[in-house]
């Protein structure tokens, strides 16, 4: 293997939710990845814990997608997506309203899961626009919620962190987390705190619900932990969203295509919303891309009140949407899924993984344990004073100790490729368990 020397010079790079000060004191490079592993640029193998940030579920390295991007990147390097058309955005928007739960049959194409929160806040709101009830402005999202870093996601995500150094963002307010003590080490959907939707209805007589265009939700949120849904919470929440005609989006640019064990997260809770954002794992990393799912009678809205043939009825896009190589990519991805029935895998797989994240119970610090499908997380005891530094050394530790894991806040998060096998996940958890056990 052709392992690179990491650049001696680190200043200019300006690194992405990253502590910028540690990692150039201190820096962990990777310069290939195969499978479920990363190779370090000092030429270890990592045991890749999280599937690169939740998208390469099919493993890295997938010579179908890498052959599929080389043959479009020669056909067609880039295609205008305003007023012209590319046969490939049609044939992965008809692949994934095929996919899609319920009546969710139309398609937007974005390039990241940021872009894809703002443009179902876009159509949500442009919905009630066009519908004639302009005032429907608010989105409510939830604490701890993420959603993007884009000012719209940004403003109805709920990690104060992301949000309190940028001013103010779109009209939003936000309920309750699902993150009980009472729920701690369940595993799967915890059993606790369904009631928790009814705080929904507590903020729409709030703000009246004439004010108030979409509520927006992950299936689980991933980034702050895996926090998840009580059993029956999200089946009230669409409750309450059709009681007063409010939309509902998941954001399932972490639980799209298959992180669960189905093909959606929504396919998971048995609830089907009328917004659904993707990204991630649409390509399986691959190439940026992120979608957005609507309904038939919201593409329809847009239609209807259109105006004149020649004009736009959705005036929002981007310059990549729908980019032939992310489409060939993506289309790519979704054969692999199909000919390697990655989402059962991800079913198969998710009861050992549960035991095996559940075997660090006990372990220093450990305060809870969580786990859907094939994501999981372990919150530690805070550091008094020093949120989030117990797990970034864990983390660290992790890394020296041959696992990549991701740390968010006081939590370490999990979630393997689909095709991992048990000894990935044994020798990821065997790893944890070591550096838990050095953690002060
Ligand atoms: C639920 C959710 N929405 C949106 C995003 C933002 O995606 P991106 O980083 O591709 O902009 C993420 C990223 O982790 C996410 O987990």
């Not at 994501?375 to 020093?386: I, K, S």
């Amino acid at each position: 293997m052709n392992v690179m020397t990491p650049p001696n010079d680190l200043a200019a790079l300006w690194m992405p939710f990253t502590a910028n000060r540690y990692f150039k004191a201190h820096p962990r490079m990777i310069v290939a990845a195969k499978g479920c592993t990363y190779t370090t640029s000092d030429g270890r193998t990592l045991v890749d814990g999280l599937s690169g940030l939740w998208c390469t579920g099919a493993g890295h390295g997938r010579p179908e997608i890498a052959q599929a991007v080389a043959q479009q990147m020669t056909a067609m390097d880039y295609a205008p997506g305003f007023q012209i058309g590319q046969p490939l955005a049609f044939e992965l928007a008809n692949r994934l309203a095929e996919l899609a739960p319920g009546n969710l049959d139309h398609v937007f194409f974005t390039n990241s899961g940021s872009e894809s929160a703002d443009t179902a806040i876009k159509m949500a709101r442009g919905y009630w626009r066009v519908k004639g009830e302009p005032q429907r402005m608010k989105v409510i999202g939830r604490a701890k919620a993420y959603h993007g870093v884009n000012f719209g996601g940004m403003s109805v995500g709920g990690i104060a962190g992301n949000r309190k150094m940028f001013g103010g963002g779109i009209d939003a307010d936000h309920m309750p987390h699902t993150l009980l003590a009472a729920n701690a080490f369940s595993k799967g959907l915890p059993k606790f705190g369904a009631e928790k939707a009814e705080e929904l209805e507590d903020i729409i007589a709030l703000h009246d619900a004439s004010t108030i265009a979409a509520v927006m939700v992950e299936p689980f949120s991933g980034s702050a932990g895996v926090i998840l849904p009580p059993v029956g919470y999200m089946k009230r929440i669409r409750e309450i969203c059709d009681k007063y005609g409010i939309l509902l989006i998941f954001d399932e640019v972490i639980t799209g295509f298959g992180r669960t064990g189905h093909m959606f997260g929504a396919q998971a809770l048995g609830v089907t919303p009328d917004i659904i954002t993707l990204a991630k794992m649409i390509t399986n990393g691959t190439i940026p891309m992120g979608a957005v799912l609507a309904t038939e009678s919201i593409y329809n809205a847009f239609m209807e009140a259109g105006g004149p043939e020649h004009a736009i009825e959705f005036p929002h896009g981007y310059t990549y949407s729908g980019h032939p190589v992310a489409c060939a990519a993506a289309l790519a991805t979704l054969d692999v899924i199909k000919s390697d029935g990655l989402v059962a895998r991800a079913a198969k797989l998710a009861p050992y993984f549960e035991e095996a994240i559940h075997s660090l119970k006990g372990l220093p610090h450990v305060e809870d344990i969580r786990n859907f499908g094939l994501a999981g997380a372990v919150q530690l005891e805070e550091v008094p004073g020093l949120p989030g530094k117990r797990a970034f050394d864990v983390f660290q530790k992790c890394w020296d100790k041959g696992a990549y894991v991701r740390c968010g806040g006081n939590t370490l998060q999990f979630a393997p490729a689909f095709v991992a096998e048990t000894a990935d996940v044994d020798r990821l958890f065997g790893i944890v368990a070591d550096a838990l056990k050095e953690s002060v």
